[in-house]
C-alpha cells in the first residue's frame, strides 16, 4: 500500500503469507473497534511517530493489551479463486474504502525501515524508498525469528472513518506464534494456549452506585466440564496490580462474582483486566471503553 503521511510517503509491506510453514496467517477484522488504546491513537499525528513500547502510549500488544479474543482469528489464505475470499481481497476492501473517504485516516503499526536516499521505492518508485513493515503480531516467534520478539511492539492495521464513527482493525498473526510470551522479551513460553478461556470474564461493574469509592465486582464463569480451584490465580489491571483469588472455587458451568478490592482497581476512564493462572499465563482478558464505564451502576457484558 502506498500511503502519505504528513511530507513523507510511505510503502505499507504487509505479509498475507508466511515463508514456515503453515503459511497461511490468522486474520481478524473487527468492524466496529472500540477499545481504550484509540483514545492515544486517534490523536497520533500525520507522521511516522514512534511508541513507548508500553501500555497508555498506544502500542499495541496482542497478549497484554486484551485487544481481540484471539479465538476469533481465522486462517486465511493469500490468494484463492473468485472474489473476496482471500487476505489480499480483505485488505483491499478496507483499504479502498478509506481511499474513497477524504477524512478517512489509516494506522499502520510495525518497523519503519529509513528513507533510503537516491533509491526509489522497489514498488511504486517514488524516491527516496521509505516505508514501514512488520504490520503483523511480534513476539513468540519460533526460533528463526526470536530476535524479532518483544513487548507491547505488535503490529496492525486501524482505518478511522469519523463520519460513520466507526474504526475497523485489521489483526494479524502467523500460525508458528506462540500465544504465551515473556513480559520482559516477548520470546514463547510453553503454549498452554489450549487451557485458555476455560475460565472467562463475563461482566464487570466498573461504576458501582453512590459515592466513591464505588463497588467494583467482574464475574467469572467456568466454561469447562470440571470444577476449577482458582487457589494461585489472580485478576490483574492495566496497572499490573494484582488480586488474588485464593479460596475460590467456581463448579462445572458455574459462575461467581467477585468483589475487588485494592490494590486493583477498574478506573471509569477504561481500562484493561486480565485472569492469570497460578503460572501467570493469561486465561482471559477484556477490555472496556470510558463510554462503557460511564453509567452508574450498570454492569457491562464482554
Known amino acids: ?9 510511505f510503502r505499507l509491506a504487509v505479509n498475507v503469507l508466511s515463508r514456515q510453514s503453515p503459511s497461511e496467517l490468522l486474520y481478524l477484522a473487527d468492524e466496529a473497534f472500540a477499545h481504550p488504546v484509540l483514545d492515544a491513537v486517534l490523536r497520533l499525528p500525520d507522521v511516522f511517530t514512534p511508541l513507548p513500547n508500553q501500555p497508555g502510549s498506544g ?3 496482542f497478549i497484554r493489551g486484551n485487544l481481540f479474543d484471539r479465538t476469533a482469528m481465522h486462517r486465511m489464505p493469500a490468494t484463492a479463486p473468485g472474489p473476496d475470499n482471500d487476505l489480499a481481497a480483505a485488505l483491499a476492501h ?6 474513497s473517504d477524504p477524512t478517512a485516516r489509516l494506522f499502520a503499526f510495525g518497523e519503519r525501515w529509513p528513507p533510503e536516499a537516491g533509491t526509489p521505492d522497489a514498488v511504486f518508485g517514488f524516491t527516496p524508498g521509505n516505508g514501514v513493515h512488520d504490520v ?20 496492525g492495521l486501524m482505518l478511522h472513518f469519523p463520519g460513520a464513527q466507526q474504526t475497523v482493525a485489521v489483526f494479524l498473526a502467523f500460525q508458528s506464534q506462540a500465544w504465551h510470551t515473556d513480559d ?11 487451557g485458555d478461556h476455560r475460565v472467562r470474564i463475563v461482566a464487570a461493574l466498573v461504576n458501582g452506585p453512590g459515592p466513591a469509592p464505588e463497588e467494583e465486582t467482574v464475574t467469572l464463569l ?6 476449577a480451584d482458582l487457589d494461585g ?23 461467581a462474582r467477585i468483589r475487588l478490592t485494592a490494590p486493583v482497581q477498574l478506573g471509569n476512564s477504561g481500562g484493561l483486566l486480565t485472569l492469570v493462572d497460578p503460572a501467570g ?20 457484558v464482554f
Request: aromatic share 6%; charged share 20%.
Open 184 to 194: 520482559s522479551t516477548g520470546h514463547a513460553l510453553t503454549d498452554m494456549a489450549d
Open 94 to 99: 478496507f483499504v479502498g474504502r478509506a481511499r
Open 233 to 255: 490465580w489472580a485478576l490483574v489491571d492495566v496497572g499490573d496490580h494484582r488480586m488474588p483469588l485464593n479460596g475460590t472455587m467456581l463448579g462445572a458451568g458455574d459462575a
Open 136 to 155: 503483523h503480531m511480534n513476539q513468540g516467534n519460533s526460533a528463526q525469528f526470536r530476535r524479532d520478539d518483544g513487548v507491547w511492539q505488535d503490529g
Open 281 to 300: 499465563l493469561k486465561v482471559d482478558g477484556v477490555a472496556y471503553t470510558a463510554d462503557q464505564a460511564r453509567a452508574d451502576g450498570l454492569t457491562i
Open 222 to 227: 467456568n466454561t469447562s466440564a470440571v470444577p
Open 1 to 9: 500500500m502506498r500511503v502519505q503521511g504528513g511530507d513523507a510517503t
Open 59 to 61: 502500542a499495541l500488544d
